[in-house]
């Protein structure tokens, strides 16, 4: 008998004679194989009485009984307060600032005219002015229904900070951050709110030419102060008499940031004030519209709830087009290409700025506040209690205010509201997990 001995592993005779016998046993395999995939290919065209025998070579049948489900968040966060001692986040990254800076500047270089299509040139975008005309039917609308149900609905407001609550009394949770806080232990000195502690007023200069002369701080006297959502309706193509605007016919010349050719200069003719300026704004809402009946309650807290929604899909649909500038350091608004040169920021470290605004691309939450308040599942029982406030939800004030008057919760706003969490009682707050 022949004995084979390698150092360095086995010799070439038994690698050989392994081979082989491998080389025999993936041909008995793969023959075997192949003839059941033959065989399910036939057993698969002829008719079966039986289905019970399910191989590896066939594919899966697709049922379509399950559909993938969407699922809904129990509980959602809010967006997170930011502090006022910092500058705001930019909504557009500070890198494609830049590199579209960049890129209109080696236009400018080049003596390339910047490409500006409607409405950056001037010109009005046909198909955004029945948006316009929508927004501001629904903004007549939220104001009046607001006014009716704030006679029906309590609110309150805390005399100290910018606490709001809905419901019969004020709540209990130990948040106030106003002078003098600590020695009422952080509790709220609650008073009767008005309209304008549900919807916060953002006003903005209306100019009659917004491409024309840039507002100086000299000037800024010269120019009315409207509802931001008010002037972004004018500037996308509704016709107010009161506020008038013009309205180009060929479109404004750009190299680079400077404006070679915007036409000529005219004069803003006087505009016709009259009782339709009332309608836009809420200054003295509830005396122009008195308490509703109670059988209508419910009907204008719906419509209310509908206007409201129109609103502010109607405002994010149009600053996708038209400029809206806000301040970086404060709630200044300012609708039109750039921002006014009016000195009038007092916000983090405006001495630097000598009072001017650091101006940026504006946000929905920016124009149109949602001013989120805690719900209240029960508007008749005990006051919110701060134990238990991380059990509580909170909404957008006029949600909260329509759904205390009987309309009915929208689907979005559930896990906002956390309308799917049981609030336990005060005892048991400390045995859940």
Not at 190 to 217: A, C, M, N
Request: aromatic share 8%; hydrophobic share 35%.
């Amino acid at each position: 008998m022949e004995h084979v001995l390698s150092l360095g592993g086995p010799s070439r005779a038994i690698m050989g004679s392994v081979s082989a016998r491998m080389q025999q046993a993936n041909d008995k395999i793969s023959s075997l194989f192949f003839d059941r995939c033959h065989q399910c290919t036939k057993e698969r065209h002829q008719p079966q009485a039986s289905k019970t025998s399910i191989f590896a070579c066939q594919a899966p049948a697709h049922n379509r009984r399950y559909k993938k489900r969407t699922t809904h968040p129990q509980n959602t966060d809010l967006p997170p307060i930011l502090p006022r001692n910092k500058k705001k986040p930019y909504p557009i990254p500070l890198k494609k600032i830049l590199e579209a800076s960049r890129a209109d500047k080696k236009l400018a270089e080049m003596g390339i005219e910047k490409p500006l299509e409607p409405p950056k040139n001037g010109l009005l975008v046909p198909d955004f002015i029945p948006v316009a005309y929508e927004v501001l039917d629904a903004w007549k609308i939220l104001i009046k229904g607001l006014s009716q149900l704030l006679h029906v609905i309590p609110v309150h407001a805390c005399s100290e900070c910018s606490e709001v609550h809905v419901g019969q009394t004020g709540h209990d949770i130990q948040n106030c951050h106003g002078p003098n806080s600590a020695d009422r232990r952080s509790f709220h000195l609650w008073v009767k709110g008005s309209i304008d502690d549900v919807l916060i007023p953002i006003e903005s200069y209306h100019q009659y030419d917004p491409f024309g002369t840039r507002i100086k701080h000299e000037t800024r006297f010269d120019y009315d102060r409207i509802p931001a959502i008010v002037e972004l309706c004018i500037q996308a193509g509704v016709e107010l008499p009161q506020y008038p605007s013009r309205r180009r016919t060929q479109p404004i010349r750009m190299l680079g940031k400077k404006i070679i050719d915007r036409g000529e200069i005219i004069v803003p003719p006087k505009p016709s004030h009259s009782g339709e300026v009332l309608e836009l704004d809420t200054h003295r809402a509830l005396e122009r519209f008195p308490r509703p009946v109670d059988s209508d309650v419910v009907k204008i807290a719906e419509s209310t709830l509908n206007a409201y929604e129109k609103v502010r899909w109607g405002v994010a649909k149009l600053m996708r087009k038209y400029t809206v500038k806000a301040c970086g350091y404060c709630p200044e608004v300012h609708v039109g290409p750039w921002g006014h040169n009016a000195k009038l920021c007092g916000e983090f470290k405006h001495q630097w700025r000598d009072g001017k605004h650091g101006w940026q691309d504006a946000t929905v939450d920016e124009v149109f506040p949602p001013n989120y308040v805690w719900h209240v599942r029960d508007p008749k029982g005990p006051p919110l209690k701060s134990s238990l406030k991380r059990f509580f939800g909170k909404a957008p004030i006029v949600v909260e205010v329509c759904v205390q008057a009987g309309a009915p919760v929208p689907r979005k706003y559930r896990p906002m509201m956390r309308l799917d969490i049981v609030v336990p009682d005060s005892e048991e707050s400390s045995l859940v997990a």
